[in-house]
Nanobody
Framework: QVQLVESGGGLVQPGGSLRLSCAAS????????MSWYRQAPGKERELVAY????????TYADFVKGRFTISRDNAKNTVYLQMNSLKPDDTAVYYC?????????WGQGTQVTVSS
């Protein structure tokens, strides 16, 4: 069993930046594929980015390329999402996900609000 706790969300003006963190419990963090998802009210949950356990390969959704950066620190059991040049359309609840074989864990989410 793995617990994921997101933090770092908040209110920011358009063009501003936020850094989200996701802290994982346990001693097997390095084996997990780590992803960030987001969901705005009335919309489907969508993948933002992921970083693999093998080789730290990264994939971004087109709508965040050039603005967001995902990274992981296995020594700290933490994955990060650096968000720059934020837009009002980025407003959503951001969720951390950890996946390994049949295991699939989710955090509780952290709210990101970008004002007009």
């Amino acid at each position: 069993q793995v617990q994921l706790v997101e933090s770092g969300g908040g209110l920011v003006q358009p063009g501003g930046s936020l850094r989200l963190s996701c802290a994982a419990s346990g001693s097997t963090f390095s084996r997990y594929l780590m992803s960030w998802y987001r969901q705005a009210p009335g919309k489907e949950r969508e993948l933002v980015a992921y970083i693999t356990s093998v080789g730290n390969r990264i994939t971004y959704a087109d709508f965040v390329k050039g603005r967001f950066t995902i990274s992981r620190d296995n020594a700290k059991n933490t994955v990060y999402l650096q968000m720059n040049s934020l837009k009002p359309d980025d407003t959503a609840v951001y969720y951390c996900n950890a996946r390994f074989l049949a295991d699939d864990y989710w955090g509780q989410g952290t709210q990101v609000t970008v004002s007009s």
